[in-house]
């Protein structure tokens, strides 16, 4: 059985982007109006003398930002489909052509920006009260002085964007378009396609062992293929964020990451979190989720009947034979009934994703191997994410939501200027959308095998976004510091270092064999800076709103979306507080952490 092509993907299973462009055609005509709108701006001095020109400099690039936003969303969102698509391809390109230039023009409009006297932008405010509504950029603006470069160095970096990126970029293509994996046998002798996605989504958490071992080993010889060039790749990240961090002043590329905020970038923005407490962060999980996830693993083997647990199994259900099947049809009523605590704005936007084709979910040849959520300023969000049928899928498919009606609240309540999504907080509505769909269910529905399973689920989320990604964090703390000390990082330095992070927290619960040791290579998350700790920030903060939700209804969810709407214009710091959570420290992590450790004692009592 193979893939099915794009052309073949029924419609209902394909997002409609017709709010962003009505169609290709439209799309080419932005693209070279906006062309021209940036050439022209490239071609003039951004005026900042004083308050007028301030705020209509201020305007211009937020119109920019939205601009830019639209065209370059399109042509990602029709690459996703299917990025062995030529057309697809050549529209990709010329988005990144267009993002290129904007990027300069960016460039600009900040240089500018840095030149005025931070005791002025207070005076301008007074004189110019509609500066006001800036106030988040300009506080961005402020941050980021210290640690900018002059005009001309900025400008030079902003050419060599592409370069820049370039590992990253290759990465992607990569694994979208390259990456091919042998097709595998169940354990009904039927013939079963291996991608890196339907794998991380489906096959590492089936009930069929045959399949999950068989699978692994497709994907492990697919893997190995590719290591030499994909360890080059990710080298060159690394490195080049460690010439980056010495550029700019910081005492590491770990504190760069974490720090650094730069207002010409419209997406994610650090928080100014020291290495420090990242590093303390770190600890806290491998110390204490640790010796939780390894008595899991234990009865995890036993309960399955194992001689031995491999890596193929650490995700395998503990009740094989329990795998409820599930419509989208009826996914879209189960999610948008499960946020309806967050009140009725909220769930009028969850009910619009299944009403107005907000998801592309077919599953053919070409379509990015990740899933995600996100959206577009001035129309709403989208998520990707091939539809498996089954209730895990529902889940997972409500955490890209959880992103999606994120940004569309934030957007529909922000300028985007201000808009840049804190990553100290982004993985928390995600998250928590997975937690309301779980108590949802246990409400809804009288089955004690169900309500054991949806305590299994919360362990694979936390074993997802807690264990997963706090290790692939892990890597990254121990590859920047080896590559700082001018530790050449070869392909069998970062599998061996990756095999001794898995060996020290699993102990000797898990064999950690020469595939577990490979999998830095199946996510991009190593060339989004530090992203994958935030997913178990993101995680933690959601289990304690969560808690409030269930002991308060719908005020505290009425309290979570107001909290939602502010978008980027605070800090992850801010927003969590104004949510009424401290995560200035290490105290909701550690109490997320037992929170795993009393669903273990659940599991192991109803087995």
């Not at 990126?165 to 169940?186: C, G, H, R, W």
């Not at 996605?197 to 045959?210: A, G, I, K, L, R």
């Not at 009947?305 to 259900?317: E, I, N, R, T």
Request: net charge negative.
């Amino acid at each position: 059985m193979s893939q099915i092509t794009r052309d073949q993907v029924p419609l209902e299973e394909t997002w409609d982007l017709t709010p962003i462009f009505a169609e290709d055609v439209a799309w080419e005509k932005a693209y070279e109006e906006l062309e021209e709108a940036l050439d022209s701006l490239l071609g003039q001095e951004v005026a900042v003398g004083d308050a007028d020109a301030l705020l209509q400099a201020l305007e211009t690039f937020d119109l920019i930002l939205v601009s830019l936003g639209r065209t370059t969303s399109y042509a990602m969102y029709k690459y996703t489909e299917d990025g062995t698509d030529p057309r697809n391809q050549t529209m990709m390109g010329k988005a990144q052509m267009l993002r290129e230039k904007g990027d300069k023009v960016k460039t600009n409009f900040v240089n500018a920006f840095l030149q005025i006297p931070e005791d002025s932008f207070e005076d301008y405010i007074n004189e110019e009260t509609n500066l006001m509504e800036f106030q988040p950029f300009l506080r961005k603006v402020a941050q980021a002085r210290s640690n900018s470069l002059n005009g001309d160095m900025e400008e030079v970096l902003t050419a060599l964007g592409s370069t820049l990126n370039a590992p990253e970029s290759l990465y992607q293509t990569i694994t979208a378009s390259d990456m091919k994996f042998e097709p595998v046998k169940n354990k009904h002798g039927k013939e079963v396609p291996v991608s890196l996605f339907m794998y991380m989504t489906q096959v590492e958490t089936s009930p069929d062992t045959v399949l999950r071992r068989n699978a692994y080993e497709s994907l492990t010889k697919g893997l190995e293929k590719y290591q030499h060039g994909l360890a080059k790749t990710l080298a060159s990240e690394i490195n080049k964020n460690v010439a980056l961090a010495k550029l700019r002043g910081y005492p590491s590329a770990l504190d760069m990451h974490l720090q650094y905020s730069s207002p010409a970038n419209a997406s994610f923005t650090a928080d100014g979190i020291s290495s420090a407490f990242f590093e303390e962060i770190l600890d806290t999980f491998i110390k204490e989720l640790s010796p939780h996830m390894q008595r899991y693993a234990r009865l995890r083997k036993r309960q399955l009947g194992l001689d031995y647990l491999s890596f193929a199994d650490v995700k395998a259900p503990l009740d094989p034979d329990f795998d409820p099947e599930v419509s989208y049809q009826e996914a879209g009523e189960i999610i948008t009934e499960a946020v309806g605590v967050l009140g009725p704005e909220y769930k009028d936007r969850m009910s619009r994703v299944f009403s107005e084709r907000w998801v592309y979910r077919g599953d053919n040849v070409g379509r990015r191997m990740i899933a995600f959520g996100g959206g577009v300023h001035g129309v709403h969000g989208y998520s990707f994410y091939p539809w498996g049928g089954n209730l895990f899928d529902v889940l997972l498919l409500g955490h890209e939501l959880g992103h999606a009606i994120h940004f569309t609240l934030a957007h529909e309540n922000q300028r985007l200027i201000n808009n840049s999504m804190p990553l100290f907080f982004v993985e928390s509505p995600s998250t928590l959308v997975e937690h309301l769909i779980v108590d949802y269910l246990r409400k809804s529905r009288d089955d004690t095998r169900l309500h054991r399973w949806l305590n299994m689920y919360l362990m694979m989320s936390y074993h997802h976004n807690c264990v997963t990604h706090v290790l692939e964090a892990e890597l990254l703390r121990r590859l920047y510091k080896m590559a700082e000390a001018k530790q050449p990082l070869t392909t069998a330095v970062i599998s061996t270092v990756k095999g001794d992070i898995l060996s020290e927290f699993w102990g000797d619960t898990v064999e950690i064999d020469e595939g577990a040791k490979l999998t830095w290579m199946r996510q991009p998350h190593y060339y989004m800076g530090l992203y994958p700790y935030t997913y178990s920030v993101g995680i933690s903060a959601s289990t304690v709103v969560a808690d409030r939700i269930r002991e308060r209804g719908v005020s505290a969810g009425e309290k979570w979306t107001k909290v939602l709407k502010m978008g980027g214009s605070r800090s992850g710091l801010e927003l969590f507080a104004a949510a009424g959570l401290d995560m200035s420290s290490t105290k909701v992590i550690s109490d997320a952490i037992a929170n795993v450790g009393r669903i273990v004692d659940e599991l192991e009592e109803s087995f």
